[in-house]
């Protein structure tokens, strides 16, 4: 049984020599907002000169792959277009595999539109779309739904609106219309505010349609399936770094990868702490227990 | 067992004879947007004229309840301001048993905000509140919280903002200030489109705030508690008549009252007959499966 175990000089060099693979999440792991966390880069460089393969795999769907391969450039971290798995990308991914040929409709930002564009994937743009007036004056008449529309693919968005979660849920009456999530983060905690996550648009989309959506991003194992039928990794030399027991934990427990937690992110030392004493008593929490836990990722640097 | 029986003359007798207090849901029962649903107005006057006692119950909180009353002048109910119950008025109440004197963060529309201005309730106001340009760009620094804020009601909001969604659940961070909802419909089903209810709204300020709201609307029993309180209403001689078995038949099965649903509405015929059948083997869903169903509010009139 995982038991979040500190990750002292012992664990660290075991973990180092028993793996060959790092999987980082980015938010709360290698930076917040515009700033590097502590020897991040400095890890994340270290241990590709050592050898180990490294991919930065995250549930934001704000950026395209090539404008995260910039921000690791101006952040010192070495890194290429194919160590990012973002779900903006993996949506385009999902899309292609099932030759699909019709319209998106998106709730989301330019990093969706821009991956899709790229793909050759269509889709209605992004940007504000806001009601004018009371939506009880009139019947809604001047609502346009448009035909060709075989998808809604629902992502970060700070322009959710009325209006787009209407059109989102008006087409997902059809249910040939699919209906995709990049993630269900709930949100980022920061320290004057609460900053809603992607999971708060993708359920009102899902309360107000009636449907659920296939998710993209972590928890979901696709993530890292995407990864290995790429890359032949080997789940028990992997190690899935993350500062989110609900997404990067669970997804890396899940597939049978190593885990550890880092607490610069969402989950707090409380938080890890009540987590391992509730899932002695429900089984149900157990895939977000991480097998180690440390303070930052920058506590691995005197090892490499 | 409730098994949604179909309400012929006998039946309607019956009901008749052994109530002598009506309670309608309006939207889908006694009007559907600006127009009345056939003979609704003539079976609500007539209905009076016979000296049952009758109050319309709705979850919308768009409106006042003075705005209720012109309402149902125009469409030929009467009705005065005392027969109205709405979340509005119902939210207005609650704050004022709790001798709540602070402020109120209002994700809602002028139903709410003119009910707390009548009652001197301090609110923050409605209308549009979206962000400017990416949210990722800054730090959100130029966010500014109210402190004397004491509680968020979110009730329909057709300018819900991503904006809105932020302020609403940094202020429930404060575990002291309280969240109020006025309902959870997930959405009013029209031929072309769907419309996003209020449960859309408050589920995605519980899903980025961590918290759950405290519901004043159907299918809350106290709708009809507030109301035994003021007219010593009798429970097993009181109908509830609704459209939408989810809210309003589950209020009325779960106060003790007699229930009828209309099928003018939410509740189609085919989701009544699916319920009827799976309530049979999960009796969670049994409080929404209605004593009575009738296609629509009319068929009362030959009877009256």
């Known amino acids: 049984m995982r038991q979040a175990v500190p990750l002292d000089c012992e664990k660290a060099k075991a973990l180092l020599q028993s793996t060959d693979t790092f999987l980082f999440d980015c938010d709360g792991v290698l930076w917040n907002g515009g700033d590097v966390i502590k020897d991040a880069n400095a890890v994340v460089n270290k241990l590709q ?16 792959r090539d ?25 385009v991914q999902y899309l292609k595999s099932l030759h699909f040929d ?5 709730v989301g930002s330019s990093g969706l539109s821009r991956e899709m564009d790229a793909a050759g994937i269509r889709h209605l743009g992004e940007g504000p779309d806001v009601m004018e007036g009371n939506v009880f004056d009139g019947r809604l008449d001047h609502i346009r739904l448009d035909p060709e529309v075989g998808a809604v693919v629902v992502g970060f968005d700070s322009h959710i609106s009325f209006n787009k979660i209407l059109k989102a849920s008006s087409y997902l009456k059809n249910p040939d219309v ?12 920061m320290e004057h505010i609460v900053c809603p996550g992607t999971g708060t648009m993708v359920t009102a989309v899902a309360v107000a349609s009636g449907r659920e959506p296939t998710i993209m991003g972590k928890p979901s194992r696709e993530v890292f399936e995407a990864l290995r039928r790429q890359h032949g990794l080997d789940p028990a030399r992997t190690v899935m770094v993350g500062d989110n027991c609900k997404t990067d934990i669970t997804m890396g427990n899940v597939c049978g990868l190593r885990t550890l937690a880092v607490l610069t992110g969402v989950t707090t030392r409380a938080d890890l702490e009540r987590l391992v004493a509730d899932s002695a008593a429900d089984g149900a929490l157990a895939p977000q227990v991480p097998e180690l836990v440390a303070p930052q990722i920058g506590d691995l640097l005197p090892f490499l």
């Open 102 to 106: 019709k319209k998106v409709y998106l």
């Open 67 to 91: 404008e995260y391969v910039a921000k690791c450039a101006k952040l010192g971290f070495n890194c290429n277009e194919p160590q990012v798995i973002s779900t903006s990308y993996l949506t």
């Open 49 to 64: 000169e050592l050898g180990k393969k490294v991919f930065l795999v995250t549930n934001n769907s704000t950026k395209t």
């Open 178 to 189: 699919l209906f995709i999530a990049t993630n269900r983060d709930e949100r980022f905690p």
